[in-house]
């Protein structure tokens, strides 16, 4: 039972453009949710995160909106980059159980020229 | 400061025997976290320990166990090697409130043969 998906395997962006990376879960427990970005043989690199108790969060070029009602999380960057060319994980975690992550199947991102 | 450290990095295993990976956490970190990613399971929680205890578990069987020491570097075992444990073995911390970011390591590169 995939209780976080991200729906879409892959995702290609013009350097400058806005990058949207959705992300949807089944788990109503769930209340803390991140953005991980990975290079393919290397761990996953924190981006951003956010609370149930809020719908929006903000830093620098990446923000992360939380629907509640709608199960759904969404990652915005922008101007998307060349280096921000990887896989992005949504992860969620209940109370109480913060370190056990349940991960998403990840998006990869191509931003191209 | 530095990051969370996994040793080995790489390493070669032959069907039956048995792997200790090993995890440093971020200085101050008492949660140690660990998981398992494989290209068809995605990443998966293995298991999480703070103060010497292990505290949440995933779904894995008992091949799989850990521990943590008194200065929250933690070692995960795998006994009884099988072609399925090949896989990137990531370790992860964190301090020890609700809400606090995860860290992770660059992961241990397992090949079972």
């Known amino acids: 039972d995939q209780q976080v998906k991200q729906n879409s395997p892959s995702l290609s962006v013009q350097e400058g453009r806005i990058s949207i990376l959705n992300c949807d879960y089944t788990n109503s427990m769930f209340d803390y949710f991140l953005w991980y970005k990975k290079y393919p043989a290397e761990g996953p690199t924190f981006l951003i995160s956010i609370s149930s108790i809020k719908d929006k969060n903000e830093d620098g070029r990446f923000t992360v909106f939380l629907n509640k009602s709608a199960k759904h999380l969404s990652l915005h960057i922008v101007p998307s980059q060349p280096g921000d060319s990887a896989v992005y994980f949504c992860a969620a975690s209940v109370a109480g159980t913060a370190s056990k992550l349940t991960f998403g199947t990840g998006t990869r991102l191509q931003v191209t020229l | 400061k530095a990051g969370v450290t996994q040793t080995p990095r790489y390493l070669i295993k032959t069907r039956g025997q048995q792997v200790t990976l090993s995890c440093s956490p971020i200085s101050g970190h008492r949660s140690v976290s660990w998981y398992q990613q494989t290209p068809g399971q995605g990443l998966q929680f293995l298991f999480e320990?703070?103060?010497?205890?292990?505290?949440n578990k995933g779904n894995f069987p008992g091949r799989f166990s850990g521990r943590q020491f008194s200065n929250s570097r933690s070692e995960m075992n795998v006994s009884t090697l099988e072609l399925g444990d090949s896989a990137l073995y990531l370790c992860?911390?964190?301090?020890?409130?609700?809400?606090?970011?995860?860290?992770f390591g660059e992961g241990s590169w397992l090949t079972v043969v």
């Open positions: 992860a911390s964190s301090l020890t409130a609700p809400g606090n970011t995860i860290y």
């Open positions: 320990y703070f103060s010497e205890t292990q505290r």
